[in-house]
Each structure stands twice: as structure tokens, then as C-alpha cells.
């Protein structure tokens, strides 16, 4: 058990709620699940007069109640881990924001957008697409509310669409019809865009951010209605960020050493720190973290353990946490025992999507405009499976009401659907549900094509 002891801290203090997340995911990792119940029992026995969870009684605990333990654990457990950070890499990225449909692959980018015909307004709008064009292929993608940014494979980040509140990073709010550069002396790794705003990681660990902060989200110190930054700024307290990741107004990040920081809107305790209070500046939510990937929705968050489990807190007023109790608000991270190997998760405004080891999807949460896929629900309060996606590899939403899945050579699309009349006026009102195989002649030649760089190998 020394390894768990090195994974989470040399002091072995935890919060009790996350405790609850480690202790499952420990037993699940030697083959043994336990319950809730069973795992709160443990809890209790192990835990200090000041309430927090003690890892080396943990530690002794089983030590003393498991003497021939699972020789191998440590093994399986690293093992899960690198597994799960290799599943989220996939050779095609999907996005979506409240207009756009973007696919990745192979360095180039592609746009989806759906037409009303003119002739027949009661006909369902057709869907077609064209390539996005940028000047150096683009390895990452992420969808705002009204804009979308892409990473380049030399680490540079070209914005389109809306730049309100300074989301696009011009130095202007005027909307960009085609991609442009976001002026930044520095070499970007990852990217994600908010409702206003976007953040990016630096290959030196630095957080850079822009758009709106009126909740604080870009973590300057600074807040409040009419507060943003029209070009990038750096935030404050970040100097070794690995991954982030952007929610409506409110943005994690995952550090090298394994911690975890939050900041922004935190209405209904989304960030996980325990209370209902905004941040304007990064606050440490999780010293020491098996965390592989996290997803926001409007004001709820998604959080995958490497062991294929999921934790979540924040707004559960449509049930987008998928916990079995009844609560509007979620304030510490719960574990979900009832989902497990889970590789990919996704979270829509309202709603959250999870896909396990055998490419089943999982849904829960609003089904207001169709989005889990199930035209029978309004609400769907624990994870149920969408049997009519089979073979899901890879699910994507964004700060929107639908959800693009991509299966074997197939891409689905459910929820609802902006669609752009005869006039180029766009309607909000078209709805897809169940989920709705595109035309193979919308995407074919995406799944043909070849980059220069491939073509050459």
C-alpha cells in the first residue's frame, strides 16, 4: 500500500468525501468493489478527531484486515491509469457549441451546419459540411457558446465566431467569420473554451486566458458584470498546469504534480470546494488526484478517475449528477458506484454522457431538448444506457443542448439543433431525438481523407 500513501500525500489527510472516491476505486483496483455503505463504515474507522479521513489508518486497516492483499495492486492500478489517459486520445476530436459542429482528424478541421429548405419548411433541414481553413494543420479543438478556438501542431490557437466579451482574443468584441491567430509569445498544449471566454496551458505550465470574468473564471484576482480581457492574461497562482478545462463561467485545472484547481461561477458548488462562493483567483480543490480528465456543463462538473470511475458536484436540479438522492446541489465531489470503467465522460449544459470499455453510452440528466437521447424522458436521474448508439468510441458536447457521438466510421447527432434558414437567419427550434445517424455522403470524404504529413509516411 505504499503507493497509495505516495499518490495521495506524504501527510494521508483527506477530505472525507474524497476519501469516499479513493476508497472505492482502491478496492475496485484488487478486485474487490465495495458498497457505499461499506465503504463509509471504512471511512468512519478511519478517521481523526478533526473529521478528515487518515490514509496511513487506512493503510494499517488493511493491513491488518487483508494480510495476503492483492500482491499485484499497485501493478493494476497504474495500469488503469495509463489505459484511461490513452483513451482520451483519439484520432478525431469532436466539439460542439450552440451553432457550430466541428470534427478533427487528421490535422484538418471540418464544420457541420444544418439548412432549412426553402420549399418545405415542415422537412427536416439537411446537413452538410465544409473544411475549415487554417494555415497549419490543428492537433486540438474546443466549442464556446457562440466561438470555437483551435490548438495548431505548433502550438498557436486560432479563434472564430463571436468575440463577445473578448472570447476570440483579438483585442476587439467584432465577430471573426474565419479562423485568426491569437497574438501569444508562447507555445500552447492544451486549450478550452467557456461561454465567453477561453484558457490555455503553456508548455511551461503558465494558464492564459481571455473573454469574459465576470465570475471570476480566468483567475486574475479581478471580478464582476462588464469585467474581461480582450487578449491573453496570465492568472494567478498557476506555474505547473498540465490540462484545463472550461465550464458556462468557471474553469479547472489539472497541475503536474496531480493537484487540482478551480475557479469562477460557483452558484450551486460546482468548483467542489465546499460552499457557494465565487472565486476570481485559483483555489486548491484536491491536493493529490488520480484525475485523468474533467467536463462542466453550465454549473455542474464531471470528474474521471483513472480506474474508470466518475465523481461529480454541482447544479442537480435536472439531475445531471446522476447520483441516486435527491438533492438540487451536490457541494463535494460523490463518487459513482454505479458507473464503472468509464473512458470517456461529456457534459452539455444540463445534461452529462459517459462511455465505458465496451463503447456503451451512458446518460442522465435533462432530456428537455432530446439530449440523452431518449424521447420518452424529461429527466433521467441515474445513468441509463442509449441502446440506439452502438459502438461509441468518442462523445462530445459543449455549452448547448445536443451531444455529437462518433461510432464506427458513423457520427450521431441528438438534441437540439441550430439550423440556418434560406435567409441566414438561424432558428433554435429543431430537435433530434432518438439519436440520428448523419448521411454517410455528409462525411465520407472526411474518413478518406489524408493529410500531407500521413500521405508522406
Known amino acids: 500500500?505504499?503507493?497509495?500513501?505516495?499518490?495521495?500525500?506524504?501527510?494521508?489527510?483527506?477530505?472525507?468525501?474524497?476519501?469516499?472516491?479513493?476508497?472505492?476505486?482502491?478496492?475496485?483496483?484488487?478486485?474487490?468493489?465495495?458498497?457505499?455503505?461499506?465503504?463509509?463504515?471504512?471511512?468512519?474507522?478511519?478517521?481523526?478527531?478533526?473529521?478528515?479521513?487518515?490514509?496511513?489508518?487506512?493503510?494499517?486497516?488493511?493491513?491488518?484486515?487483508?494480510?495476503?492483499?492483492?500482491?499485484?495492486?499497485?501493478?493494476?492500478?497504474?495500469?488503469?491509469?495509463?489505459?484511461?489517459?490513452i483513451?482520451?486520445?483519439?484520432?478525431?476530436?469532436?466539439?460542439?457549441?450552440?451553432?457550430?459542429?466541428?470534427?478533427?482528424?487528421?490535422?484538418?478541421?471540418?464544420?457541420?451546419?444544418?439548412?432549412?429548405?426553402?420549399?418545405n419548411p415542415e422537412r427536416p433541414p439537411a446537413v452538410d459540411n465544409y473544411p475549415v481553413q487554417t494555415e497549419e494543420e490543428i492537433q486540438f479543438l474546443s466549442c464556446g457558446l457562440n466561438h470555437f478556438a483551435l490548438l495548431d501542431t505548433s502550438g498557436n490557437?486560432?479563434?472564430?465566431?463571436?468575440?463577445?466579451?473578448?472570447?476570440?482574443g483579438h483585442g476587439t468584441e467584432t465577430y471573426c467569420a474565419l479562423p485568426k491567430?491569437?497574438?501569444?509569445?508562447?507555445?500552447?498544449?492544451?486549450?478550452?473554451?467557456?461561454?465567453n471566454f477561453t484558457a490555455c496551458v503553456t508548455e511551461n505550465g503558465k494558464l492564459?486566458?481571455?473573454?469574459?470574468?465576470?465570475?471570476?473564471?480566468?483567475?486574475?484576482?479581478?471580478?464582476?458584470?462588464?469585467?474581461?480581457?480582450?487578449?491573453?492574461?496570465?492568472?494567478e497562482r498557476i506555474s505547473n498546469a498540465k490540462h484545463v478545462f472550461c465550464g458556462g463561467s468557471f474553469t479547472f485545472v489539472i497541475c503536474e504534480d496531480t493537484s487540482i484547481y478551480a475557479c469562477g461561477y460557483n452558484t450551486y458548488g460546482q468548483l467542489g470546494l465546499g460552499d457557494y462562493q465565487d472565486r476570481n483567483i485559483f483555489s486548491l480543490v484536491i491536493k493529490k488526484s488520480t484525475v485523468i480528465s474533467i467536463a462542466c456543463g453550465a454549473a455542474h462538473t464531471l470528474m474521471l478517475l483513472s480506474l474508470g470511475t466518475v465523481c461529480s458536484c454541482g447544479r442537480n436540479y435536472e439531475e445531471q449528477l446522476g447520483i441516486s438522492t435527491a438533492v438540487a446541489t451536490e457541494l463535494c465531489f460523490f463518487g459513482h458506484t454505479e458507473l464503472r470503467n468509464i473512458q470517456i465522460i461529456a457534459c452539455s449544459s444540463f445534461a452529462s454522457m459517459c462511455i465505458d470499455k465496451d463503447y456503451k453510452v451512458w446518460?442522465?440528466?435533462?432530456?428537455?431538448?432530446?439530449?440523452?437521447?431518449?424521447?420518452?424522458k424529461k429527466l433521467s436521474r441515474m445513468p441509463s444506457s442509449i441502446d440506439s448508439l452502438p459502438d461509441i468510441k468518442y462523445i462530445s458536447s459543449g455549452i448547448c443542448d445536443r451531444f455529437l457521438a462518433l461510432?464506427?466510421?458513423?457520427?450521431?447527432l441528438f438534441g437540439r439543433v441550430s439550423v440556418l434558414t434560406p435567409s441566414d437567419d438561424w432558428i433554435h427550434s429543431y430537435t433530434i431525438s432518438p439519436p440520428e445517424r448523419l448521411p454517410k455522403s455528409v462525411y465520407e470524404g472526411i474518413f478518406n481523407y489524408s493529410s500531407a504529413k500521413s500521405a508522406r509516411k
Open 208 to 235: 492564459w486566458s481571455f473573454g469574459s470574468n465576470s465570475q471570476g473564471q480566468l483567475g486574475t484576482g479581478h471580478s464582476g458584470e462588464g469585467e474581461g480581457e480582450r487578449t491573453p492574461i496570465q492568472a
Open 87 to 119: 483513451s482520451q486520445n483519439s484520432e478525431i476530436v469532436l466539439g460542439c457549441s450552440d451553432r457550430d459542429i466541428l470534427l478533427l482528424r487528421r490535422g484538418k478541421v471540418w464544420e457541420f451546419y444544418a439548412v432549412q429548405f426553402e420549399d
Open 407 to 412: 461510432g464506427n466510421k458513423s457520427i450521431y
Open 181 to 195: 491567430l491569437v497574438k501569444m509569445n508562447e507555445i500552447c498544449v492544451s486549450l478550452s473554451c467557456g461561454k
Open 1 to 85: 500500500m505504499k503507493f497509495v500513501m505516495e499518490r495521495f500525500g506524504a501527510d494521508g489527510l483527506l477530505h472525507s468525501d474524497l476519501a469516499m472516491v479513493i476508497v472505492v476505486d482502491i478496492f475496485t483496483a484488487v478486485g474487490c468493489p465495495v458498497s457505499k455503505e461499506t465503504a463509509l463504515a471504512i471511512i468512519s474507522n478511519c478517521t481523526v478527531k478533526n473529521k478528515q479521513f487518515s490514509m496511513s489508518l487506512f493503510v494499517q486497516w488493511v493491513t491488518e484486515t487483508f494480510p495476503e492483499a492483492h500482491p499485484s495492486s499497485e501493478a493494476l492500478f497504474l495500469e488503469n491509469e495509463r489505459n484511461a489517459e
Open 363 to 376: 446518460a442522465f440528466g435533462s432530456n428537455s431538448s432530446g439530449q440523452l437521447g431518449n424521447p420518452g
Open 157 to 168: 490557437i486560432w479563434t472564430k465566431g463571436s468575440s463577445e466579451c473578448g472570447a476570440l
